[in-house]
């Protein structure tokens, strides 16, 4: 299949770019990883008028060092928020099962090529404020 070769080869090429483990394929310890990497994700894919369809697919995953230091002036801190986000993506389409005939049966989804600790993009990621 052309996208699993193409997935493939994209995660060879992050395995030798970074200095990073490739997290579907070590022995990394999850709970104490800092830094952000390519990992497997599966998730259920639901439209109108369609049957849902269960897609695992490449997704970023990880903790980012964050820190916070009061200062005298405005804003009162100096903040230096980054997060697990999307460096490089692309989009592969499927067609939906069993959709009803007025519904389109194409859903669309990215694929995590590349991903870096960095500034929340609300254009790539969801980004949550308190």
Known sequence: MKLHGVLLGSLKLLIVTT?????????VNLRTFIGCAVREFT??????????????TDAC??????????????????????????????LVTVKMPHCSPEADPFYTYPVAIRCDCGVCST????????
């Open 19 to 27: 200095c990073l483990s490739a997290l579907k394929t070590s022995n």
């Open 43 to 56: 998730f259920m894919a639901k439209k109108p008028g369609c049957k849902g369809l269960r897609i695992t």
């Open 123 to 130: 254009a790539t990621t969801e980004c949550e404020t308190f």
């Open 61 to 90: 995953w990880g903790r980012c060092e964050t820190w916070e230091k009061p200062i005298l002036e405005l804003p009162y801190v100096d903040a230096h928020h980054r997060v697990c986000t999307y460096n490089e993506t692309k």
